[in-house]
């Protein structure tokens, strides 16, 4: 099967991030890989893309007459494709080089509609000591506690997921108006909304494939304690308004929430009363404080949100 993946990038800061997901994606050991690059309406950015990848047979380039928000870009690049597949992948990423080979395999004998797999954290200034595994999802990396080995699940991050490309194509693509609603820039969760609808439609979710690896750059300030704070608001916010945009998208949320109460936070604190380590005792305290910030963005979200 072929695949197009679909990498969009726009700022001039991260052009060697951008550069080093493009080489990741054209060093896959799958055949039949092309990459299809959009440039979110910097001219300047586009130029540079034009002149480090324009002649490569693989690679479609295509730059917006405008900046349209990450998921328009997505949807242009689903258009601009050719694979059976169409992938995802952020520019701040590098994929494993056996990534895609990993989720044609579930395409071909899983028969998935959709696929994708684990993300693993790059961590660019250093692994903060007090940040929990299961809150690794605020910075974009796979947490603790997400699945139990392959299998179907509502949806994976957005920088490794993939679909079909006549299902995407049927489906409309991302919801452009996620992140844009009303001018709510804070609200997230464009492959949350995407999975439901494929799940009303189809009745499959994605196939999650943890060999499936694209590591994720975690840049110094995404492991500032206040950042991760502000983050954990506005995602619980995100996560009201997606019971209200797709009401039946919060399932594991639910299950998640669970695992804190019952399991992590019994077990760390049991930990720190035995002396294990300072460390279990931070992860713990900051376990606690980001739940309660998540719930503040969620009941803020209910006075948005009804």
Same mark, same amino acid.
């Given at each position: ?38 440039? $979110? #309406?910097?001219? +300047? &950015? ?9 002649? %490569?047979? /693989? !690679?479609? *380039? ?85 699945? $139990? #080995?392959?299998? +179907? &699940? ?9 679909? %079909?490309? /006549? !299902?995407? *194509? ?103 009363? /035995? ?32």
């Amino acid at each position: 099967m072929d695949v197009s993946v679909v990498l969009c990038t726009y700022s001039p800061d991260l052009y060697e991030d951008c550069c080093e997901a493009a080489e990741s994606i054209l060093s896959q050991t799958h055949d039949g890989v092309e990459l299809v690059l959009i440039v $979110d #309406g910097t001219e +300047e &950015v586009y130029e540079r893309v034009r002149e480090d990848f324009g002649d %490569r047979p /693989d !690679v479609v *380039l295509h730059c917006n007459d405008e900046n349209r928000g990450l998921l328009e870009s997505r949807n242009r690049g689903a258009e601009l494709a050719s694979g059976d597949i169409v992938a995802f992948i952020d520019d701040d990423a590098v994929a494993d080089e056996r990534w895609l080979e990993s989720l044609v395999a579930a395409y071909e004998e899983e028969n998935a509609i959709a696929a994708g797999g684990t993300m693993t954290p790059l961590w660019v200034a250093g692994k903060p000591d007090f940040l929990p595994a299961e809150f690794y999802w605020l910075v974009g990396v796979t947490h603790r506690g997400f699945a $139990d #080995g392959s299998g +179907e &699940v509502r949806n994976t991050f957005g920088s490794n997921i993939s679909f %079909r490309r /006549d !299902v995407f *194509l049927e489906l409309g693509g991302f919801d452009t108006d996620i992140g844009g609603r009303k001018g709510d820039s804070n609200l997230q969760g464009g492959e949350t909304e995407l999975c439901a609808r494929m799940q009303r439609a189809y009745g499959r979710g994605v196939w999650y494939v943890p060999e499936a690896e694209v590591g994720h750059k975690v840049f110094e300030y995404r492991t500032d304690f206040r950042w991760l704070l502000e983050r954990a608001f506005w995602q619980g916010y995100s996560k009201r308004a997606m019971e209200v945009l797709v009401p039946d998208s919060s399932d594991e949320e639910g299950d998640f929430l669970g695992q804190l109460l019952f399991d992590s936070v019994p077990a760390r604190v049991r930990a720190t009363v /035995d002396g294990e380590t300072r460390r279990q005792g931070r992860q713990l305290l900051t376990l606690c404080l980001l739940t309660v910030t998540v719930g503040f963005g969620y009941l803020y979200g209910l006075t948005r949100w009804r």
